[in-house]
Nanobody, 124 residues
Framework: QVQLEESGGGLVQARGSLRLSCAASSRTFSTYAMGWFRQAPGKEREFVAAISRGGVVTYYGDSVKGRFTISRNNALNTVYLQMNTLKPEDTAVYSC?????????????????WGQGTQVTVSS
């Protein structure tokens, strides 16, 4: 029902900033909570951030709290991840996901649809 397409990844130096976008092909985008996850080589997929359907409630993983900001524009069917003060350990493939109602958004099990991911590489 929902296709997700990430963009904005790339190579950036440490302490720099990057803004990821995730466009959804759904007329009911505003009914989904949205999340960002990341996975580095040899590591499990890690929760990064999530935002409620109306954009009022947000959650962040401990490793990115204070540096990353999730937001959404329901009129554009798009969710964003603003990443500031980037560190080399932020290097990973970042994926967005659309969540079903009533689920714990910090878990991968709370989402029905996933994008293909976009590579973010932070150099020291």
């Amino acid at each position: 029902q929902v296709q997700l397409e990430e963009s904005g990844g790339g190579l950036v130096q440490a302490r720099g900033s990057l803004r990821l976008s995730c466009a959804a092909s759904s007329r009911t985008f505003s009914t989904y909570a949205m999340g960002w996850f990341r996975q580095a080589p040899g590591k499990e997929r890690e929760f990064v951030a999530a935002i409620s359907r109306g954009g009022v409630v947000t959650y962040y993983g401990d490793s990115v709290k204070g540096r990353f900001t999730i937001s959404r524009n329901n009129a554009l069917n798009t969710v964003y991840l603003q990443m500031n003060t980037l560190k080399p350990e932020d290097t990973a493939v970042y994926s967005c996901a659309a969540g079903k109602p009533g689920q714990v958004l910090q878990s991968t099990r709370g989402y029905d649809y996933w994008g293909q991911g976009t590579q973010v590489t932070v150099s020291s």
